[in-house]
Each structure stands twice: as structure tokens, then as C-alpha cells.
């Protein structure tokens, strides 16, 4: 493995483990989700803002009128995406939550087929067909928690929307390609920063410097570092490896929501969770169904 491969390896690791913590930040913040996103946008505004303007990417020129426009509409899109992914962890748990939420890249592929023209192989098929297996054991799935059953359903629609959002920005991102992608992350914040301000109460801010802390670090460690560590990883590895690292962000966001607020997956939620997991893996890493069936040599 190269010094390249190294780094990268760890770049990615790093920004996948912020990741899963996430959801622990959004709970102890105590703030609602839309406070909770505009001040992640805010602070990560502020410190993208610093790395762009380190990096030389706030000149003129840099980014065209229309490509600033799309990525815009990525930043519409990728705000709505936390609302409601920080919304549904009340009623679905963050592991159930995130989980969910990892349908995304059967979003993608449906959206890329509508609107890109790609085709949806066999291949592809037979893993979206898993995922829905999988999202239907987690629905019939009983919640372990006491907010019902209703509250659970809408968790989980909630998760949804958030992945459907996301591959919408993924989207935008596809038609970007070419543009420094820590000047897409500073537009996506900024644009959230002003999408939430007039929802704002601003009479009524966190009282005490342990939300104040949670809520800045949200923006620059789970914004700003995490988009430099992400978008730096992209960068020197293959895809592959991209694919396969990012299955750490599901796996240590069920461990924290385990080793932080005691919930565990009932049976059929872990069959669930497991199935989408491998679905898409297999969507991400190119798997065919004869290699996740073949036998391994021992």
C-alpha cells in the first residue's frame, strides 16, 4: 500500500467515524433540528470559509454562474437532507435511522435513470430488490423504544426523505464535476445558513456553554474538517476502497447509539440493518449476485 493509499485510508476512516457520532452531537444539544442544522451551517460556513480562503478558491473565476446556481440547489437540497435525518432519530433511534438512511444509492440509481437516462442493469435490480427486503423486516420490525409503533413508521419516512435529499444533491454534484468541492461544501452551508435564518428565534439561544460547545463543534469538526478529511480521501483513493470505507459511518453510529443511549436492534431490525447493508455494498462496490453467493476458498 503506497503512502497515497495510507493516507487517504485514514482520511476516510476518520471522516466516517465523525460521522457516526453525529447523532449522539444532535441529541445532547437538547436545541431543535432546525436550530441544530443552522448552527452546523453557520460554524461550517465559518470554517469552510477559512479553508477555501487558504486554498486560493475564493477568487474570481473560480466557479461559473450557473455551476454556483446547481450547487445552490445541492445545498437546498443537502439542508433539507439533515432536517429530517436529525428529525427522525426521535421516533426510529439513530442506528434504525441511519441505516435507513444508507438506501441512498438506490435514490441515486433511480433519479439517474430518469433524469441522466442510465440504465438499471440486472445487476442493480436484484440489489435494489434486496434493500427492499431488508427496509420491509425493519418495518415489520417491533421498536424497541416506547414511542410506538406510529412514531417508528414515521422515523423511518423520515430517513427516506433525508436519503431521497441527499441523492438529490449527489445529483448536483454529478453536474459539478471540475468545480474544488470544499467551494461546493462552503456554497451548500451558506445557502443553509440562509435558508434557516428567518425560521430562527433568536430571543431564545442555548443557555449554557455545553450546547454552545456541541453546536460549534457540529459545524467544524462534523462540517468543515469532516468535508476536507472526506473530500481529501476521494481524492487519492480508487473507488472501491471509497465504496468500502464508507460502510464505518452506519456500523459506529449503531455502536454509539448503543454505547450511548442503550439501544440495541430487536432480531428482525439487525436482519433488516444487515441486508441493506449488503445491498448497498454490493451497489457501491460493483458486486455481482454470484460473488456474494459464491463459496469462499478456505
Not at 418495518?139 to 423511518?156: M, N, S
Not at 430562527?200 to 449554557?208: I, K, Q, R, V, W
Amino acid at each position: 500500500m503506497n503512502s497515497e493509499i495510507r493516507t487517504g485510508t485514514a482520511q476516510m476512516t476518520a471522516a466516517m467515524l465523525i460521522s457516526g457520532t453525529i447523532g449522539w452531537f444532535v441529541v445532547m444539544s437538547g436545541q431543535p433540528v432546525s436550530g441544530v442544522v443552522f448552527w452546523r451551517c453557520l460554524f461550517g460556513a465559518v470554517s469552510l470559509l477559512v479553508v477555501c480562503a487558504g486554498m486560493g478558491l475564493l477568487r474570481p473565476g473560480i466557479i461559473s454562474l450557473k455551476s454556483a446556481g446547481i450547487a445552490v440547489f445541492g445545498g437546498v437540497a443537502i439542508v433539507l437532507n439533515w432536517l429530517l435525518l436529525f428529525a427522525s432519530y426521535s421516533h426510529a433511534s439513530i442506528s434504525i435511522a441511519t441505516t435507513v438512511y444508507n438506501t441512498q444509492p438506490f435514490m441515486l440509481l433511480a433519479l439517474g435513470a430518469l433524469f441522466l437516462g442510465e440504465r438499471i442493469t440486472a445487476t442493480k435490480l436484484f440489489w435494489l430488490t434486496l434493500a427492499f427486503a431488508g427496509m420491509a423486516a425493519i418495518v415489520e420490525a417491533k421498536p424497541a423504544t416506547a414511542g410506538g409503533h406510529e412514531g417508528y413508521g414515521l422515523g423511518i419516512l423520515l430517513a427516506l426523505g433525508a436519503a431521497f435529499f441527499y441523492a438529490l444533491a449527489a445529483l448536483a454534484a454529478k453536474r459539478l464535476k471540475g468545480t474544488p468541492p470544499h467551494l461546493i461544501a462552503l456554497i451548500q452551508v451558506a445557502t443553509g445558513v440562509l435558508m434557516l435564518l428567518p425560521t430562527m428565534n433568536f430571543s431564545d439561544l442555548p443557555g449554557d456553554s455545553q450546547s454552545w460547545s456541541i453546536l460549534i463543534t457540529m459545524g467544524v469538526v462534523h462540517t468543515g474538517l469532516m468535508y476536507v478529511l472526506l473530500y481529501g480521501a476521494i481524492q487519492k483513493l480508487p473507488i472501491h476502497l471509497t465504496g468500502a470505507l464508507s460502510f464505518i459511518y452506519p456500523i459506529a453510529a449503531i455502536l454509539v447509539d448503543r454505547v450511548a443511549f442503550g439501544h440495541a436492534l430487536q432480531p428482525l431490525q439487525l436482519v433488516g440493518a444487515a441486508v441493506i447493508l449488503v445491498a448497498a455494498a454490493g451497489m457501491n462496490l460493483g458486486w455481482t449476485p454470484a460473488q456474494l453467493l459464491r463459496p469462499r476458498a478456505g
